[in-house]
């Protein structure tokens, strides 16, 4: 059984500015802040993270506009201790969702090898369009000649109560979460599913690489769960408001 809490570590003022539509051939959400997070599971006998954000210093100039709260300062609002991390699950490798692997100097990285296969391939000669920096790939091939770096096959239980599952969709490898809490199965579809809105009207977000496997991976998600609000989307706004640190489950 693991408790979900959600870390902000960052915010930029709206989708529109990022450049990005939330919800596909919409102007849905497109002035709600975009967060940036973190995600801490607290287990019986184990604490997992899932993402580790940004670290600018690898996606500069991007974000642009945003404001940064500090990883290691945010995480430790929920009691986290960044040098004493161990295992982090990252969902794809946007650099919003794994480029802050410099700021957990002890942990281990577990990512679908197809993600990695794309994001270390050459179709990230175009930056614009993928948007993988050289440094995170260079970074990235380190982490794995140290064994920090994981690459997952397809659907695995990797901890007890805690499964992946290979979606695709948003990028080529994104992997979605199934986590055991004592509520029940919540379900986390990571940038599957930025907002609530794409849940509701089963609409994919409006980035991603195939868009089939955007929208099945929102059934895929429904499927999972007792009850849809055990879905925790990627992005929504309205799990935090304002709020840096929520308990979510
Ligand atoms: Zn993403």
């Known amino acids: 059984m693991y408790s979900i809490y959600g870390v902000k570590v960052g915010q930029s ?5 990022s450049g990005i539509q939330p919800v596909y051939r919409s102007d849905v959400g ?33 974000p642009r506009n945003a404001a940064t709260y ?7 609002e929920a009691g986290v201790d ?7 699950i990252i969902t794809h490798m946007h650099v919003d969702h794994f480029t802050g692997y410099t700021k ?15 994001c270390l391939s050459s179709v990230n000669v175009f930056p614009k369009v993928f948007g993988f920096p050289l440094r995170a790939a260079q970074d990235t091939i380190a982490l794995m000649r140290h064994w920090r770096l994981e690459a997952v096959e397809g659907d695995n239980e990797l901890f007890p109560g805690l499964k992946v599952i290979l979606a695709g969709g948003h990028t080529p490898g994104l992997q979605m979460l199934a986590v055991e809490t004592n509520k029940g199965t919540a379900f986390m579809t990571s940038d599957n599913a930025y907002l609530y809105h794409n849940l509701k009207e089963n609409l994919p977000v409006g980035y991603y690489c195939n868009l089939v496997e955007a929208a099945k991976a929102i059934q895929t998600a429904k499927k999972s769960v007792s009850s849809e609000d055990m879905i925790i989307p990627g992005h929504d706004y309205a799990l935090w408001g304002e709020k840096k640190v929520v308990q979510i489950f």
Do not use: C, M
Not at 35 to 57: C, M, N, Q, S
Not at 104 to 118: C, G, I, S, T, W
């Open 104 to 118: 957990f100097p002890n942990a281990k990285f577990y990512v679908q090898r197809k993600e990695l296969d794309h």
């Open 13 to 17: 003022p709206n989708w529109f500015q």
């Open 30 to 62: 497109r002035d709600q802040p975009v967060h940036y997070t973190i995600w801490v599971l607290k287990g019986d006998k184990r604490l997992i993270l899932v993402e580790t954000a940004f670290d600018t210093e690898v996606t500069s100039p991007w």
């Open 82 to 88: 960044t040098s004493k991390v161990t295992d982090v």
């Open 70 to 76: 500090g990883t290691e300062q945010s995480l430790a």
